[in-house]
């Protein structure tokens, strides 16, 4: 049975996709702090739902939105306050996701290149699951494009950052 009619594989990929993602915003809330942001934010799911989910665990509060957004809206770290003084700071902030997801991959190597789990099997340890998102948590938001969110990916406020030479605010 091929991978995409494997419900068991899919629910698993679902479940996992949240520690793999916090790791990558984890990864941003670390720059943001290296460029001198305060008050930071993780947030999960569509904003602007009935039902929101908070809680604080030191200076980083969770807003979680259930709901079926919460599939299909990207994971956003953010801060209440940023002083950037230099372009090279907001790179920080952009980078440090895919930095820790590379990472977690290096964490979890398998050994070698041929290894590697590129596509979706059925995952015999949890190391191999660790990998696929440490190394998907790299790849994918490296990609220059926009979210139907309006939200830009790591890879196009990369290019916007290099181009404009912005600082300040969100790159939209």
Do not use: C
Request: aromatic share 18%; net charge positive.
């Amino acid at each position: 049975m091929t991978w995409w009619w494997d419900w068991q594989l899919n629910l698993l990929l679902l479940l996992t996709f949240f520690p793999g993602a916090l790791v990558h915003e984890l990864g941003h809330i670390l720059g943001l702090w290296a460029a001198g942001g305060s008050g930071f934010t993780i947030r999960f799911g569509r904003p602007g739902g009935r039902v929101t989910w908070s809680f604080r665990l030191g200076a980083l509060t969770f807003v979680i939105h259930p709901g079926l957004g919460l599939w299909f809206h990207a994971p956003r770290a953010g801060a209440a306050q940023v002083r950037y003084r230099t372009p090279w700071r907001r790179l920080v902030w952009v980078l440090g996701g895919p930095a820790a997801s590379a990472l977690l991959f290096a964490a979890f190597w398998p050994g070698a290149w041929a290894d590697v789990i590129w596509w979706p099997a059925r995952f015999e340890t949890w190391q191999e699951l660790a990998q696929w998102w440490g190394l998907w948590g790299v790849v994918v938001p490296l990609f220059p494009l926009r979210y139907p969110s309006g939200h830009a990916s790591d890879g196009l406020q990369v290019i916007q950052v290099l181009r404009a030479g912005k600082g300040p605010g969100d790159v939209r």
